[in-house]
């Protein structure tokens, strides 16, 4: 009986996601899951943030389920083969040390989809805002990834971005409060913004 309870339980808590995590633990997918109860965020953000706490709680494990097999989407094809960038971030999370998990924050996550709305109607790549409030909070987007496996997996590689900025930011130890905003992007399809709490002083 206590194991079907936690089965259902299980069912409860991921159910929604637009993708089941195949091969993770029941235990590993409860503990990533940190906005299951956050109802100011949409499924796509809750299904990204727990995607993303799934490579820093347990990242030898992300890279075996999720990372080492992923080349790309059907809308996207196959754009990660032979990419040095996969490879990288391979190398990193197969020797890192597992870090805290992200939480929601709701008055981030309000700054985030008021950016993300303001993507919807006006388009554009940059971070610079027009009628949203500029905070100094760290801020990634992700542009053209409709399910939250994918936008974790996108900020995490980094295709193209030399700096690796968003990867360095997605694995940081030092944050651990979010906000999330996903809307409808007018060039892009969609977009997902990203706050978190670490402040730039310059």
């Not at 008055?107 to 989809?113: C, F, G, I, L």
């Not at 999330?180 to 997902?192: D, P, R, Y």
Request: hydrophobic share 40%; aromatic share 10%.
């Amino acid at each position: 009986m206590a194991q079907l309870l936690s089965f259902i339980l299980l069912l409860f808590v991921i159910d929604g996601l637009a993708a089941r995590p195949a091969g993770w633990l029941q235990k590993e997918l409860l503990t990533a899951n940190t906005g299951k109860d956050a109802a100011y965020l949409n499924q796509v953000e809750r299904e990204t943030l727990m995607y993303l706490n799934l490579a820093r709680l347990y990242p030898k494990r992300f890279v075996e389920l999720e990372l080492a097999h992923y080349w790309g989407n059907d809308k996207h094809g196959n754009f990660l083969t032979n990419s040095s960038y996969k490879e990288s971030l391979i190398k990193e999370m197969s020797s890192m040390q597992p870090v805290q998990a992200f939480y929601p924050d709701r008055v981030m996550s309000a700054s985030a989809r008021c950016f993300a709305l303001e993507k919807e109607r006006i388009g554009g790549r940059t971070h610079e805002r027009l009628s949203c409030k500029t905070d100094r909070f760290a801020e990634c987007i992700s542009f053209g990834m409709d399910n939250g496996r994918e936008i974790a997996l996108q900020l995490l590689i980094d295709h193209l971005v030399p700096s690796l900025g968003h990867r360095w930011l997605c694995l940081n130890s030092d944050i651990n409060k979010v906000g999330l905003g996903f809307a409808k992007h007018k060039t892009a399809g969609v977009s997902l913004v990203l706050e978190m709490d670490f402040y730039y002083t310059q």
